[in-house]
């Protein structure tokens, strides 16, 4: 059932132009925002741990800012892979830093590319699959029907999916090899055990420690990239940014580089962020800060 709604929404809005898709998921948005408590606890805890100076009413809009920005990935899809999956350029706006991914592709050694949840990952991944042997790195969703339609779309480009496993870490070290690029969405909480805590946006996060692996292990130059979505339907534009020495470090120091380029890139417009997702659910203390009762102050 999941998928024929995942494959109905892809349908349905392949058949609008992004300024209606965006119009469409700005009602939605506003219905989600009144009637779901948990995404709006969910959202609002996460502005006010992130941004604890602004007033809270600049958190409320923020927090629903970012969740009418969450909702419109959604109504993209349809555009982005089935309109131009085969050629997103109508789509591109300006590229900023493109000189940074051209110098780092100029030196022949690979390219480590770290891509948080921000703006429409989508578009980034189409735009790059122009890349001979792009890759990037995947967890499978539950549904096994929804995951062939992800690999079926996410696949229109060319790009190389890796199942993030053991034997899909084996398959980065053969693609870096090869000097292609190898993308991994960097900000996903791991599993207890399986990251480090370090600063994120000034609250403790645990943090993963395998894109600081491959790095320090291969030694390939690392850029950030995101897609920033442009208002009244005009597409995105594309951010890159070089990553800090720091990356190549021990598990902390590297982790600590990580997180701090991430906030420079949420910083280009915070409410394009999917602060809909609990970063720090997780703590060194055990608390869990979305509990509805540590959550005050959240209706509509």
Known sequence: MRAFLFQFIITLTSWMSLRSAHRWASWVAAMVWRWSEKQRRITLTNIRLCYPDLKKPAQKQLARDSLTETIKAMFELGIIWKKHGRNIDPLIGQIHGREVLEQALEQKQGLLLAAPHFGNWEVLNLWLSRHPGFSFLYKPP?????????????????????????????????????????????????????????????????????????????????????????????????????????????????????????ESMVAINPAQYQWTYKRFSIQPDGHIPYRPDQSADIQS
Not at 142 to 155: F, N, P, Q, V
Not at 214 to 225: E, L, N, R, S, Y
Not at 230 to 248: C, E, M, Q, V
Request: without cysteine; proline residues 7%; hydrophobic residues 45%.
């Open 142 to 262: 539950e549904d096994a029907s929804i995951e062939r339609l992800l690999l079926k779309y996410r696949g229109t480009g060319g790009a190389n999916q890796i199942t993030a496993n053991p034997k899909g870490v084996r398959q980065i070290f053969k693609v870096l090899k090869q000097q292609h690029i190898l993308a991994i969405l960097p900000d996903q909480q791991p599993k207890a055990g399986q990251g480090v805590f370090v600063p994120f946006m000034g609250h403790p996060a645990l943090t993963m420690t395998l894109f600081g692996k491959i790095a320090g292990k291969t030694g390939v130059p690392v850029v950030f990239a995101v897609a920033e979505r442009l208002a009244d339907g005009r597409g995105f534009d594309l951010h890159f940014k070089a990553a800090p020495a720091g990356i190549y470090g021990n598990p902390e120091a590297s982790a600590s580089a990580l997180n701090q380029t991430i």
